[in-house]
């Protein structure tokens, strides 16, 4: 196999640089565990070789990305009902997928003008107030429905497994939009378009 050509760093997209710093951090991970492994063993003299190692710095997470409201309607424009549905859920509330996944008719309107999300990295419910347009959106998928239903699922009347994430990136991609941008996102584009409306950003 014919060796690939060296691309300057100055010449690098900063994400491509991102996933090399996480690449080399990978490196010197196991170099310093194996190091550290030596010296508790007392196979090195000094414990200086595995202690003077640096990783790079924020090279682990991607950057964060958010939709602007054009970007938003081309998206919705761009994917089928069933995942329309659970993107307008995630854009009108900032739950994460497996909130959504996990939301059932009964948590709507459960304890007001919004939907109680279950926990999934906290230890409490956490309620989440809606606009008149994103309250009924939600009113309309539980609409003469079972209170122990599952809120969101595909148009087969199946319930969503890990396809979301297959669909979402053919969504993507039909909408022109960045392919790093994952379901996640949206929560980032949540918060992102809160603060634009003046919303204060402790809350």
């Not at 014919?2 to 691309?7: F, G, M, W």
């Not at 710093?21 to 550290?36: E, G, H, P």
């Not at 710095?57 to 089928?80: G, I, K």
Request: proline share 4%.
């Amino acid at each position: 196999r014919r060796p690939v050509a060296r691309t300057p760093i100055d010449r690098m997209s900063p994400e491509t640089l991102r996933r090399r710093k996480k690449t080399i951090n990978s490196v010197i991970t196991i170099l310093r565990d194996a190091l550290q492994m030596a010296w508790d063993n007392g196979k090195i003299n000094n414990d200086r070789s595995f202690r003077t190692f640096r990783r790079f710095a924020h090279a682990s997470a991607p950057r964060l990305m958010f939709l602007n409201r054009d970007e938003c309607r081309r998206l919705l424009d761009a994917t089928d009902s069933d995942l329309r549905d659970l993107i307008l859920g995630a854009l009108y509330t900032g739950c994460r997928s497996g909130e959504l996944l996990n939301l059932r008719v009964s948590d709507v309107g459960r304890e007001g003008y919004g939907v109680s999300v279950a926990p999934q990295k906290s230890r409490s419910r956490r309620f989440v107030f809606l606009p008149d347009e994103g309250m009924a959106f939600f009113l309309g998928l539980a609409k003469s429905r079972d209170g122990n239903a599952t809120l969101f699922l595909r148009k087969s009347g199946a319930e969503w497994g890990a396809q979301h994430r297959y669909y979402f990136r053919l969504a993507i991609a039909s909408a022109n939009l960045p392919k790093s941008f994952t379901f996640h996102g949206l929560r980032h584009t949540y918060a992102s378009q809160l603060i634009q409306a003046g919303a204060p950003l402790q809350a």
